[in-house]
């Protein structure tokens, strides 16, 4: 039985445990929380055993083997290096760090440490987007040509999102980081990316932020395939997740959000729907088993199994560096208008 240490009990740690509950062979037996009072309602609607504002407390339990890091982008860092200090596998949620320069020190920090990681990147395990890889991994749509990806929703659920200094980035770190990744995953890992051109802006949420909320970038990679990423927190409606994959003998969609399997037109409902939904009348598109969709229990299945088995994840620290800096040049791009080699 793998035992698991939960740094978070808000949205994101919500979805894990949706993802951990169909899980054999783990158990959540403490969950950390900068608020003790959700920390213990968290702990009690999931029937975990401990609940604390302890995190040091949390990740030096002998009851707990991994920590998976479900918390503000500002914490990713020292929740890291208390992992690697106390000897925990460890799973850190996206984007890895602030910076590459956060993200290069958790690396190295579990590197030294000698233990597993994991990069929680929830899009390289949705089934849509591991049944396109299975689709170009078996030649079905020739040559990769391109790969375009949108992710866009009306702005963040939370706070720390807005603040910079606390989350690193906008929009383009908070999106651009799952979609240049599914781009790295369908191409191969082996296939580098080589220089990054971006655009950003602040077209709507200049009064919340000073990061930005729009955001497009085109990552170009050694063997010629374009990634273009176009991200956003001004898109109304709903969540848009997409994917789209150009090939010389084929092409792959992917629509985890807005082509859902029901759809309805009510005079009101209080169902949850899905995130970032805005209207709850007139046409409404449902989406079950949301945390599935997304890839949370693909994720967590994954890396409850890698690690029980003493392996390391598809998806590592090393991954979420890389993107770390990706994303870094692409801001350097946007201020400096012109592209930026990337030397990975």
């Known amino acids: 039985?793998?035992?698991?240490?939960?740094?978070?009990?808000?949205?994101?740690?919500?979805?894990?445990?949706?993802?951990?509950?169909e899980v054999r062979d783990a158990q959540v037996t403490v969950v950390y929380g900068r608020n003790k009072q959700k920390a213990v309602d968290f702990a009690k609607r999931w029937e975990i055993p401990q609940a604390t504002d302890d995190m040091e407390a949390a990740v030096s339990s002998s009851e707990v083997d991994?920590?998976?890091?479900?918390?503000p982008n500002n914490i990713h860092l020292p929740a890291t290096l208390l992992a690697a200090k106390h000897k925990k596998h460890v799973v850190c949620s996206k984007p890895l760090g602030r910076n590459a320069d956060e993200a290069r020190q958790m690396l190295d920090a579990v590197q030294k440490a000698g233990i597993l990681h994991g990069y929680g990147e929830t899009q390289v395990f949705n089934p849509s987007v591991m049944a396109a890889k299975n689709l170009i991994d078996e030649g079905s749509i020739g040559r990769i040509l391109v790969v375009r990806a949108r992710e866009a929703h009306s702005g963040p659920h939370a706070p720390h999102f807005w603040d910079i200094e606390q989350s690193g980035?906008?929009?383009?770190?908070?999106?651009?980081?799952?979609?240049?990744?599914?781009?790295?995953?369908?191409?191969?890992?082996?296939?580098?990316?080589?220089?990054?051109?971006?655009?950003?802006?602040?077209?709507?949420?200049?009064?919340?932020?000073?990061?930005?909320?729009?955001?497009?970038a085109l990552v170009r990679f050694e063997n010629g395939v374009m990634s273009q990423n176009?991200?956003?927190?001004?898109?109304?409606?709903?969540?848009?997740?997409?994917?789209?994959?150009?090939?010389?003998?084929?092409?792959?969609?992917?629509?985890s959000t807005r082509s859902t399997p029901i759809t309805a037109f009510v005079r009101s409902t209080n169902t949850y729907l899905l995130e970032k939904a805005?209207?709850?009348?007139?046409?409404?598109?449902?989406?079950?088993?949301?945390?599935?969709?997304?890839?949370?229990?693909?994720?967590?299945?994954?890396?409850?199994?890698?690690?029980?088995?003493?392996?390391?994840?598809?998806?590592?620290?090393?991954?979420?560096?890389?993107?770390?800096?990706?994303?870094?040049?692409?801001?350097?791009?946007?201020?400096?208008?012109?592209?930026?080699?990337?030397?990975?």
Not at 1 to 21: E, K, N, S, V
Not at 196 to 202: C, I, N, R, Y
Not at 289 to 310: L, N, P, Q, T
């Open 1 to 21: 039985m793998l035992r698991i240490g939960m740094l978070g009990c808000g949205f994101l740690a919500t979805f894990y445990m949706q993802g951990l509950d």
């Open 66 to 71: 991994m920590v998976v890091i479900a918390i």
């Open 169 to 216: 980035g906008g929009a383009l770190l908070d999106m651009g980081c799952h979609t240049i990744e599914v781009a790295r995953y369908l191409l191969g890992k082996e296939i580098k990316p080589v220089e990054v051109m971006a655009w950003t802006d602040t077209m709507v949420h200049g009064d919340k932020t000073a990061g930005d909320d729009t955001a497009i």
């Open 230 to 255: 176009e991200v956003g927190w001004t898109a109304r409606g709903s969540f848009d997740l997409r994917n789209e994959v150009y090939g010389s003998d084929g092409s792959i969609y992917t629509d």
């Open 278 to 344: 805005e209207s709850n009348t007139g046409w409404i598109s449902p989406l079950p088993d949301e945390a599935r969709a997304y890839g949370y229990h693909e994720e967590v299945k994954h890396f409850v199994k890698s690690i029980a088995k003493g392996e390391m994840p598809r998806e590592t620290f090393e991954d979420g560096y890389i993107i770390n800096l990706i994303i870094d040049a692409a801001y350097q791009s946007s201020k400096e208008h012109r592209w930026i080699s990337l030397d990975l």
